[in-house]
Structures are given as C-alpha cells and as structure tokens.
C-alpha cells in the first residue's frame, strides 16, 4: 500500500513535467497542424542553456527559465517566420520531413558544440527530500512540478484573456474568419511557434535538474510528448495536463507492477512501461478518438 | 533534352556517391587499412569517442614506431572510421560498406554489445576478422562466429569483482538489489551478478529492470527501497546510471555500498554529480592501478600507457580507451605472428594468440571471448577514480560503509 502510494506520488511528479514538455508540442501541432518533430531538440536546448548559465555564472535553473524561455522564444519564432513559413501550407509529410531535418540538424551542431558527454547541474539543493508518512518526496521534482503547474496556468490565462492569445485561438477555429478580424496569420502562426519552442524550453531546464544533459536527451520526451497529446487531446492546455499526469502515472504504477512471461523469458515491471503506457494510448484512440479533454473537429 | 538544375544536382551527387569508394584509403600497398563503425554521434557518442580515442593512440604510436613488420615488409597502419549513429543496423551496413567498398583488411568493433552483435554477423558473412573491445554480452559470442574476437571479460562477470569486495569487507553485505537496463549486455551482467550473489550466500532481495531509454526510474527506485538492501547494483550506461544515483538520493535510499558498470568510471559521472558520486563504486575493464608485464611492441605497462596516453588527450585514459587500444593490440601481434594479411591466416593467429600486454592478458576461448582476464572495482573517493579491488591492486583502502547522503 505504501508503494502504492510512494508510486502514485513518482506518478504525479513524472507527470507535471511530461506535461509541460508536451503543451507547447500540443499547440504547435493543434493550432497549425504542424508535427514539431524537432521539439525533443528544443529541449535539449534549453537544458544547455541552464547548463551554460549555471556553470558560467552559478545562476540558479529556476531563475534560469525566462531565460531559456526568451531564447527558444526567439529561435522558435525565427523558423516558423523563415522557414516553416514557406511550406506550412503543403501537406503534412512536408512540414514532418522540414521538421525531422531541423532536429537533425540541431542535435547535430549541439553535438559539436558540446560533444556527447553527458553533463549536469548539480545544485546544493539536488537530491533533498522530506518524508510524508511512508512517501518520501524530492524537493526538486515538487519544485518542477509546481513550476510546470504555474507555467501552464499563466499559458491558459494568457491564450484567454490577452489579444494575442484570443487571436491564436481564433486562427485555431476558422483561420479564414480570424483573417477577415484583421489577424495576421503568418504572424500569429510565428508566435505559436516561437510558444511551442519556448515552452519546451523551459520544460529542458527543469529536466536538467533531475536528468543528465546531453545532446540527445531530448528524444525519449518527443515520443512522450506525442502520446501525450493524443491521450490529453490536442490544442489545449488543459488537455496537455491531464493526459501529461495520466501518462506519468500509468508508467510509475499500473506498469512497474506487471510480469509478463513470453515463451522462457520474463518480462517485469518497468520494462513494459513504454508498452503499457501505449496501450492505453491505443484503447484511448479507439474509445475516444479526440483524446480525453480532446474536441471533435470538422 | 533540358536538365533541370535540380535534377543536374541530383545526378551529380549520385555520380560522386558511386565514384567516391574508388579512391579509397585501401588503395594504398604499403598501409593496413582497418575498419570501424562507431557511435560519433546518438546516444552512445561518449563511449564512441573513447572508443575512437583508444585506436587512434595505438595507430600513432604504431606509425611513430616505424610501422608493422609483416613477412619482412613493413607497413603504415590507418583506421577509417563511419558514424553508425548508435544504431546497430547502421553499424552493420557500414560494415559492409567498409569491406566491400573500402575493402579494408580487417574490422576493429564499434562501441557497445547491440552493434559488436551486427557487426560481428557482417564479418562472419564477409569473412573479415573482426578484434572488439566494446561488446561483453556473450550473446555475441554464442553463435559459433569464428572471425569475431572480444578483448574483454564477458558480461555475466562484470560485477562479480564489487560483490566479493562487499562481501569481505566489514560489516558485510548480505542482501543485494539490482536494477539494469533493458539490454542484451545488462541483463547479461544482472543475471551473472545475481547467480553469483545467490552461489555465495547472499540474498537477491530485488531484481528488476527499466526501459532502457527511460527519463524516470522513479518506480523502479521505491520499489528497491522498500527491500531495504545493503547493495545496490546498476548494470547500464552513463546515461541511466546518472539517473539511477540521483534517483537513489532524492528518495533517501540508504544502502552499505552502490555498485555501477558503465558510470563511475567516465569522467562525466563525477563532473555531473559532484559530491553525490563520492563513494560510489564502478565495476571496470581495466585501469591504470594493474600491474602487468607487458610483451615489446607497445607501451609496456598501465602506468606508462595512462601517462602517454594523459599528455595527447588531456583526459585520464579510462577503461574504454584501454580496452579500445587492447583490441589494435590483438592484431597487431596477430599479423606479425602470421606474417601476412590473410583473413584466414591472422584469424588462426588470432584463435592461438596468447600475449601479456599493459591491459592484461589477450587470449582467446573457444567461443572467441577474453575469460582470463579479471575486472577491477573503482571507486570514487573525494572526486577522484581509485582502484580499491582486487586488494592486492588497490591504490586506496575500500570506503565502507558508504556514508549518508550530504556526508559524503
């Protein structure tokens, strides 16, 4: 019982952080039908961004945020406006491979800029924790989470109350009529994007926290991210956080807990979290097809 | 007929790709050409580049010395290497690529069991000896190939050094949990950790295993706390050993002693954990502390390799390179003992070789794997890598128990 919820616990911890790297994923991809399969990269990037601002000017990850935030900010915005821009019309298979060659890239040039090693930041904090009955909690995963919390809810305050971001969701519901409101599509589509980068950006600070930095860490979060979306539903903020809290949940405790025995050999636990989180990802599609909070479009 | 430029592009570039191979490194009579795919970049680039690092070191040292003697002729050597991304197909095609397009007298292993796997399948179709010092499960060897050869204690042994130096010491270890990494090599080194912990009369409290690409093992972390154990052991690689020690102390575990195969010993464990990597334990190939003999032909002792090999690339040479190196090694006293570049007559060399040098012995068993060499057990002690096991190598006395998180 105490594992239980010791596991529900890790559950929710791993969640808040699947959740944040997956909403900027889940804008870009609800808003413009554009699979950002160079978000893993971006990522990446903002854990070297807290990385070099931690080993440089011993600046603390958390006040490192707005920080990696305005970078990719700007490096999102700056493809979709010079880059994306140019295909975003085309079908989907363009923007995938456009996408695909961008993290490439990226991961590639990180490579040569910072080699393979894996790095950290190890902070004075790293590792502290304090004990509620049997659970014991992580100081840095709770802070990660309520940050991750936090920056959510300022994103859906923001995509509701502000201009832009009533003039992002209008583009989301009928592009044609936003344009005759005097939205600036290309703009606003520069804007999301720059979000999405923004966003996983940050989410990279906080995973180079509790994780290792190197330049392909980002690849396990696409994938994440991509079921993420699909059991959350796509474009919306909410959506992004209960499917990021379900995904993390179903691995830390559904799945640690099965055995499988295929022919002589024993499959245990944690090795099938992937297939299991999958799985309810495949019985969500087939239930729900528009994702948990998702909604039906035309 | 009108070309577009595009097309004209696309021509061309075919053209280049399919003329490329014909002016080959291989061209050369007067050099030995070897081959080796190798994770530069993807998620196993670190180790690929220790990997690179430790051949590299060998084919200088052999060029400044002159060469190698082969039937009285003297050679050049030089190593063309491809990036196999980490993947293990790639690494197989690229292989191929190196055999019958370089057309390169013999292969020297990528980094890691999943690729040497593939590869080794290549050299056994093409029959190109193959000499690999990063690939310990023996699955590889299993299969009855006969071109491939690995330097290396196998898998199953790996930890064997870090249970018996925890069950000497005071007070002793009784129970063990282990946690390992999806893979062929790490299940390999669980299981033989496991069979060995139970033959010696220690308890087995918890074994289990994680995704290999996971970004969390935060389960897998509760669970082995709640068995309590004196040992834990991890069987991965850098990247989840990493993951698997800041897991350990976010949630307080408190073992007697931690036990690693691939961590403790890169540079990058203790760079990126600070304190929280004192005391820890890495089970290793090799290292600089062992005390060999060492045939003439190449740096005769560990001491003198680490030092040589410190002043070229600023680093302390870990287990990677040295083993990487012990791979060149194996062919160089290979040729010069057949006296020829035939595949057929350096891989009968290489079955009988049997040849003492700074890494340790290079001998071959039936199957083609290194099982007379032991491992040594490292430890990190205030920041830096000591040898504390077997006890009659060791640089520093063993630190045990482990002290509490924040004391260390």
């Known amino acids: ?257 099965l055995e499988v025995t295929i022919g002589t050999q024993q499959i245990s636990g944690s090795g099938l979290e992937d297939a299991i989180a999958f799985i309810v990802l495949l019985l969500v599609l087939i239930v729900r097809p528009t994702g948990i909070l998702g909604r039906a479009t035309a | 007929m009108f070309l577009r430029p595009t097309a004209v592009l696309g021509v061309c570039a075919i053209a280049v790709t399919l003329l490329a191979p014909v002016q080959s490194v291989g061209a050369d009579p007067d050099t030995i050409v070897f081959g080796s795919p190798v994770s530069l970049t993807g998620n196993l680039a670190k180790e690929g580049h220790l990997t690179q690092e430790g051949y590299e070191f060998w084919k200088n040292y052999i060029n400044a010395h002159g060469g190698l003697k082969v039937g009285g002729k003297t050679y050049k050597v030089d190593i063309k290497y491809y990036d196999d991304e980490s993947k293990n197909d790639s690494s197989a095609q690229l292989a191929e690529r190196l055999i019958d397009q370089d057309h390169v007298n013999f292969l020297l292993g990528p980094y890691g069991s999943g690729t040497s796997f593939t590869v080794a399948q290549m050299a056994e179709r093409k029959k190109v000896p193959m000499v690999e010092g990063n690939g310990a499960a023996e699955k590889i060897f299993n299969q009855g190939f006969k071109y491939t050869f690995g330097v290396l204690s196998p898998a199953r042994r790996y930890l064997e050094g870090v249970l018996e130096m925890a069950k000497a010491q005071k007070p002793a270890a009784q129970t063990v949990a282990i946690t390992a990494a999806s893979d062929a090599f790490s299940q390999e080194v669980a299981q033989g950790a496991a069979n060995w912990a139970q033959a010696h009369g220690m308890k087995v409290v918890y074994n289990n ?154 001998k071959f068993d039936s199957r083609g794997l290194n099982v007379y060499k032991p491992m040594v057990v490292n430890q990190i002690q205030n920041g830096t890598l000591v040898t504390v096991w077997p006890a009659g190598l060791a640089e520093a006395k063993v630190i045990w128990p482990t002290p509490p998180w924040g004391k260390r």
């Not at chain 1, 399969?37 to 006040?63: Q, R």
């Not at chain 1, 079908?91 to 040039?109: A, D, Q």
């Not at chain 2, 334990?281 to 003198?304: L, N």
């Open chain 2, 209 to 362: 295993k994680y995704p290999d690409t996971a970004t969390d093992v935060s389960s897998v972390i509760s669970a082995l706390k709640a068995t309590n154990p004196d040992l834990v052991l991890n069987a991965g690689h850098v990247q989840d050993a990493l993951l698997v020690q800041k897991g350990l102390k976010d949630q307080n575990v408190q073992a007697k002693g931690y036990g690693y195969t691939v961590g403790p010993d890169t540079p990058d464990f203790a760079n990126s954990l600070g304190k929280d990597a004192n005391d820890v334990f890495g089970a290793a190939q090799w290292s600089d502390a062992v005390k060999y003999h060492a045939a003439a032909g190449f740096y005769r002792s560990a001491k003198d390799y680490a030092e040589a090999f410190q002043a070229v690339y600023h680093h302390r040479a870990d287990y990677h390179n040295a083993e990487s190196s012990a791979a060149c090694l194996a062919f160089q006293y290979a040729i010069e003992k057949a006296g020829s570049l035939d595949p057929e007559k350096v891989r009968d060399a290489l079955v009988n070789l049997d040849v003492v040098t700074f890494y340790g012995i290079l």
């Open chain 1, 1 to 257: 019982m105490e594992l239980w919820a010791q596991d529900l616990v890790n559950g929710i911890l791993a969640g808040g952080i699947l959740a944040l790297v997956a909403v900027g994923f889940s804008l870009v991809w609800g808003i413009m039908n554009i699979i950002n399969l160079a978000h893993g990269a971006f990522v990446m990037l903002g854990a070297y961004v807290t990385y070099e601002l931690f080993t440089a000017l011993h600046l603390d990850p958390f006040l490192s945020l707005p920080i990696s935030f305005i970078a990719l900010f700007v490096l999102g915005y700056a493809i979709q406006r010079w880059l994306i821009n140019w295909v975003v019309r085309a079908p989907i298979l363009t923007t995938f491979l456009l996408t695909f060659g961008l993290s490439l890239l990226i991961v590639n040039i990180a490579q040569i800029i910072w080699t393979g090693d894996r790095r950290g930041v190890e902070t004075w904090y790293a590792g502290a924790n304090f004990s509620l009955g049997a659970v014991t909690v992580p100081w840095v995963k709770l802070l990660t989470l309520i940050a991750a919390l936090a920056i959510t809810g300022i994103l859906q305050l923001w995509l509701t109350r502000s201009k832009t971001g009533r003039a992002i969701r209008a583009t989301s519901m009928d592009i044609g009529a936003a344009q005759l409101a005097g939205v600036r599509v290309s703009q606003i589509y520069a804007i999301v994007f720059g979000l999405g980068a923004g966003l996983a950006g940050v989410a990279g600070t906080l995973i180079a926290l509790s994780s290792s930095i190197s330049p392909t860490m980002g690849d396990p979060f696409l994938i994440s991210a991509f079921a993420v979306c699909v059991l959350g539903g796509l474009g919306s903020v909410q959506g992004a956080l209960i499917g990021g809290l379900t995904y993390g949940i179903i691995q830390q405790t559904v799945a640690a807990r």
